[in-house]
């Protein structure tokens, strides 16, 4: 039996973490991991964290409380949300999840501020049924137009389960769109802000406040994160981690992984090792 038959428990690695990486989908990331004790530090990226735990129980500090997810419910961390991950029994955990960029979202809501779900946990069936189809078997691959309906029927469900907020201020989703675009073509040489003003045709406060919104993070953040999926790709082929973070536009391999263990909760070393793990 493989690790991703029908969502049952089989912990060929119950002795050590393991992460296995999915095949790649475009603007997302998706996994399966098992971690026995404690799982990762305190951090946040800029996409949405969507998942589910398949066995045992999943906590986690979010939002300021402790959060235990288990089988049957749907985790949705929102982009920039500091959280952390552990076991919270002694059998360790296993879970899948997929990573999507609010872009995606965005094409899908047409620049109104992202769904945010209160607690990081769902029970709304609706949810739960629109993720089956990115975490159901990550071994199989979406054509384009089954991706663009799962990403559809996210979004909707995201925006249903969340409900509506009230009192939100307008954004420009046009000019955040063009500055995203600018950052996508500025991953190793950088940009200025000056740069980013004249694609927004806005000021830095309100191109800030719309970013923000629109796609869960700052223009800087959305930069970084960028810089270290390229990190990631590269170090998973075997590049250095020297040579890798200087590709990717940062200035030296410990600038690299500061950052990196900010958004991922741990270094660049053990994600190798537990990637290796999850391909044993």
């Known amino acids: 039996m ?31 991991a098992y971690f026995q004790g404690h799982g990762f530090e305190m951090h946040r990226h800029d996409t949405y964290a969507i998942g589910r735990t398949l066995s045992g129980v999943q906590s986690f500090q979010y939002d300021k409380q402790v959060v235990n997810n288990l089988p049957g419910q749907t985790m949705v961390l929102h982009p920039d949300e500091p959280h952390d ?46 993720t089956q189809v990115l975490l159901e078997n990550l071994q199989t691959s979406l054509d384009p137009l089954e991706m663009d309906d799962a990403v559809f029927d996210i979004a909707i469900a995201l925006q249903d389960a969340a409900g509506v907020r009230r009192g939100r201020q307008s954004v420009d989703y046009a000019s955040a769109e063009r500055v995203r675009e600018l950052l996508m073509a500025s991953l190793e040489q950088g940009v200025s802000l000056e740069a980013l003003e004249l694609a927004s045709d806005t000021d830095r406060w309100r191109l800030s406040r719309d970013f923000r919104a629109l796609f869960g993070t700052s223009p800087h953040r959305y930069l970084t994160l960028r810089r270290l999926d390229l990190v990631r790709h590269s170090i998973s082929l075997g590049v250095s981690l020297s040579d890798a973070s200087l590709m990717a536009g940062f200035s030296d391999q410990s600038h690299m992984t500061r950052h990196f263990v900010k958004t991922f909760g741990y270094p ?3 994600w190798l090792r537990m990637l290796g793990a999850g391909h044993a």
Do not use: C
């Open 268 to 270: 660049p070393g053990r």
């Open 85 to 130: 991950g552990h076991a919270g029994t002694e059998e360790g955990f296993r879970y899948r999840m997929f990573y999507l960029e609010p872009a995606l979202i965005q094409q899908v809501l047409g620049g109104k501020p992202l769904p945010f779900i209160k607690g990081g946990v769902s029970n709304d069936p609706r949810l739960f049924k629109a």
């Open 2 to 32: 493989d690790k991703y038959s029908n969502g049952e428990a089989h912990l060929a690695h119950s002795s050590r973490d393991w992460v296995v990486r999915a095949k790649p989908l475009p603007q997302m990331e998706r996994i399966e």
